[in-house]
């Protein structure tokens, strides 16, 4: 049980999980899709940025990537970069390739790619690898106080 897990649970949220064989070294969310046969554009991957004004996490399609002026412009903020995956990890609590969104160490401003409407549900890390939590967009949108915002590319 992941503290993302326990969260879920705690929150009483419709949640779903997927647990699959993890022996990706990266690309850690085309590995999940292939896995658990779900479109790669439905599993959402967790990425950390940061910028002077602070750390954004951007949840986009495991099909692309963020755009990250637009993640910026999004979340109030003038630039960001990419995070390095150990800072990432120290500041999530998480492992990279297993970084959930939900109950990291420090709740961090959120934004949530708009595609994520698309789906009936989304996948997102569920705290570790080869463990995917299966959600609706608009609660994992208020259970994140997330920014719904066009930032994957």
Avoid: W
């Avoid at 910026?72 to 120290?90: F, H, I, N, S, Y």
Wanted: aromatic share 6%.
């Amino acid at each position: 049980m992941t503290p993302a897990i326990v969260f879920l649970e705690k929150q009483k949220a419709a949640f779903t999980q997927h647990q699959y064989e993890c022996t990706a070294l990266d690309d850690f969310g085309a590995h999940a899709a292939e896995q658990l046969r779900v479109p790669l554009e439905q599993v959402f991957k967790t990425l950390l940025t940061e910028g002077e004004q602070g750390v954004v996490v951007a949840l986009v399609p495991a099909s692309g990537k963020v755009n990250l002026k637009r993640l910026a412009k999004a979340a109030g903020v003038k630039k960001l970069d990419m995070m390095p995956p150990a800072k990432a990890e120290r500041l999530t609590g998480y492992k990279v390739g297993g970084i959930s969104p939900f109950a990291q160490k420090k709740r961090l401003p959120t934004v949530l790619d708009a595609s994520a409407r698309q789906h009936p549900f989304v996948l997102v890390s569920g705290g570790k690898r080869g463990l995917s939590v299966g959600i609706a967009a608009d609660d994992l949108q208020t259970l994140l106080g997330a920014v719904m915002a066009d930032i994957a590319e």
